[in-house]
């Protein structure tokens, strides 16, 4: 049986093995790639043997052995045409005449030998498709997802530097790696053909690059940079050309998926200068109909985006590396059982940390813990059902208690992102994802988000001034984010809907501007002479261990079911008949559903999954103290909050 070094440093030697063996059997059939899949299924359930393939979210990319096993948590930001590719192609020597049978699948560029050719025209050639997603990393993943998941076996979690190339630097981080340059490299000379492009052996193309700021690409002739299209600025870590061949459209834009495929960096496969388009081969029509910029979109160096040729993908619940995958399995089950048993004790911990975030306002906290539980859980024709947008009002202006109350967030949360709600911001930030039709992609936004990412509104920033039409734009985009929970992609002739789950935070100093679902006054109870000071020793003082605990309770109630009884469903309607008898005014039905979101919020956050008659009058209470707090401001105020 081949050893772990074998299936994870050459795993094309593994498919090579299983593609003759079964061609000796069974003569040329495409069942073969079932058995390719099953096998490293198989190995990859075996002692915990996941956490022995490289990550390229953990890993620089020049650590990785070219056409190793590797495996990439991400986000679909974009998908391009399928591709035709040779399934199976039969090379032929002219001197001796020998044919042999070769598998393209899981390769970008065909293995042919020094004295061979491939026959274009062999009767066994076999034309599949395969689709190929442009997917970069989850935008806004926290620091501490990162550093969790990078908790590997150190003899396999970091392999061979590339042999192909030599890097004229030391190994760095990914952190370091962004702000250095690669310079110029060759590969050295292989018989190879592009299997995409169905070529002869031709002399394989240099690669000469440079990377600047690590996001985008110059190439010699000083045409436009690569730009690497993360949504969010300032975002590190690669992006990937990921090749999926089975079940690819169980997958759309947006999905947060961990694949498991071969790195495929051959230099060859990169196109960066109209001097190598030029050259292209006249044998594939297809490659001429594209233009110079889709080119750049679709070749981009293997150097800043590697190629991985998919043979496992799953679609994530979630990107907490602390919850097991998948909740549905009976070990996953066993873990969250025992974890539901000291939830009640974490609770109290968890809102008395976020008391103390809050300045020792209790009722913040509550509904601060009931917003980072919300979640959509279905739709309802246009209405989406869960989601929990709060707008907590009453923080200082132009203070940095909102950037500390965002820290503490992405402290608890996989995901998140702190917009700053600025005229400039506004009228200068690309929040709307738009298609570029010049070179036939999806240019990002920074509303393209991953399910259940936290975004937290900083509206305490805006000052007085115009907004311009992207402004106004934008504005809309977040209004209609929160209400409808979708985001409108810009296709030019036209606008496409694209359904979404943010849990979308608000700091202001009054009211805010934009919708929510619910708006809390802050009511400070301390005034810490030194804010900042005051933040870091919280965060200080909670153990490391109890912080892991919170990170897990906040995403599994998120994933947890929820009913109501016929019996407390008649219960709450007649409770709201009577409300509505002795204050028909102020009374309406968004406040039964308000209310009953509270009531499923506070049920999850205790670990009850149906509603109780006890939790429906404690939510009653909470929007009963909400709304006298609003009350009271207002007549202090002399104006609506």
Not at 178 to 186: F, G, I, N, V
Not at 278 to 294: F, I, K, R, Y
Not at 400 to 421: C, G, N, W
Not at 471 to 477: D, F, K, S
Request: proline share 7%; with cysteine.
């Amino acid at each position: 049986m081949p050893c772990v070094a074998d299936w994870l440093n050459s795993p094309l030697s593994i498919v090579q093995g299983i593609f003759v063996c079964f061609l000796a059997q069974n003569g040329p059939s495409p069942d073969w790639e079932k058995k390719v899949t099953e096998y490293f299924t198989e190995k990859l359930k075996e002692n915990n043997a996941t956490n022995w393939v490289p990550s390229l979210n953990d890993v620089p990319l020049h650590y990785l052995k070219p056409n190793s096993l590797v495996k990439f948590r991400c986000m679909v930001q974009d998908m391009f045409d399928p591709e035709f590719y040779m399934g199976v192609y039969e090379t032929i020597d002219p001197n001796t005449k020998t044919r042999v049978l070769h598998f393209g699948k899981y390769r970008d560029v065909a293995e042919c030998g020094p004295q061979q050719e491939i026959d274009l025209n062999s009767s066994q050639m076999v034309t599949s498709e395969r689709q190929t997603f442009y997917c970069v990393p989850v935008p806004g993943e926290s620091a501490w997802v990162k550093e969790i998941s990078f908790v590997q076996p150190a003899s396999q979690a970091r392999v061979s530097p590339s042999t192909s190339y030599t890097p004229s630097r030391h190994k760095r981080s990914y952190e370091e790696d962004e702000d250095m340059e690669l310079h110029p490299s060759k590969q050295k000379e292989q018989h190879m053909g592009n299997i995409g492009d169905i070529h002869g052996c031709g002399e394989p193309k240099r690669l000469e690059t440079e990377a600047s700021s690590g996001h985008q690409l110059i190439s010699p002739n000083c045409s436009p940079p690569l730009d690497l299209n993360f949504p969010l600025p300032g975002e590190k870590g690669p992006a990937c050309l990921v090749k999926v061949y089975e079940r690819w459209d169980s997958f759309k834009v947006n999905d947060t998926l961990e694949v498991y495929g071969i790195l495929s960096v051959d230099p060859v496969l990169s196109i960066v200068n109209n001097e190598e388009r030029e050259n292209a081969s006249p044998l594939d029509p297809m490659e001429c109909m594209d233009t110079v910029e889709e080119q750049r979109v679709r070749s981009p160096p293997a150097s800043l985006v590697p190629r991985i040729h998919v043979i496992l993908a799953q679609k994530l619940q979630h990107i907490n590396p602390l919850l097991p995958a998948c909740l549905n399995e009976e070990e996953s089950k066993s873990f969250v059982s025992s974890f539901m048993m000291e939830l009640s004790p974490l609770r109290a911990e968890l809102l008395g940390f976020l008391t103390h975030a809050l300045l020792g306002d209790s009722l913040a906290a509550e509904y601060l813990i009931l917003h980072l539980i919300s979640t959509v859980y279905a739709r309802r024709d246009v209405l989406p059902l869960g989601k929990f947008t709060v707008n907590l009002s009453g923080c200082p202006r132009n203070s940095i208690f909102t950037e500390h109350i965002y820290r503490i967030i992405q402290q608890l949360v996989p995901a998140s992102y702190r917009l700053q709600m600025t005229i400039e911001n506004m009228n200068r930030s690309r929040f709307i994802p738009h298609k570029d039709y010049t070179a036939n992609r999806l240019v990002s936004g920074v509303l393209q988000l991953a399910s259940n990412t936290s975004l937290v509104i900083d509206e305490t920033l805006l000052e007085q001034g115009q907004l311009d039409t992207t402004g106004v734009h934008n504005v809309t985009a977040l209004g209609n984010l929160i209400t409808w929970q979708k985001v409108d992609y810009d296709f030019s002739y036209h606008q496409m809907e694209f359904p979404c789950n943010i849990n979308v935070l608000i700091t202001s100093e009054g009211r805010s501007l934009l919708p929510s679902d619910c708006q809390v006054h802050l009511q400070p109870q301390i005034i810490p002479p030194n804010m900042e000071e005051y933040m870091n020793s919280l965060l200080t003082a909670v153990l490391p261990s109890m912080l892991n605990k919170f990170r897990i309770y906040l995403s599994l109630l998120r994933l947890l079911d929820y009913s109501i009884s016929d019996e407390v469903t008649k219960a709450v309607e007649e409770d709201f008949v009577e409300m509505r008898k002795n204050d028909p005014e102020s009374i309406t039905a968004d406040d039964l559903h308000r209310t009953l979101l509270v009531a499923r919020f506070l049920s999850l956050s205790a670990g009850q999954t149906t509603l109780s008659r006890e939790r429906w009058l404690r939510a009653k209470q909470l929007e009963a103290l909400r709304k006298a707090r609003l009350q009271q401001q207002k007549c202090v105020n002399g104006n609506e909050l």
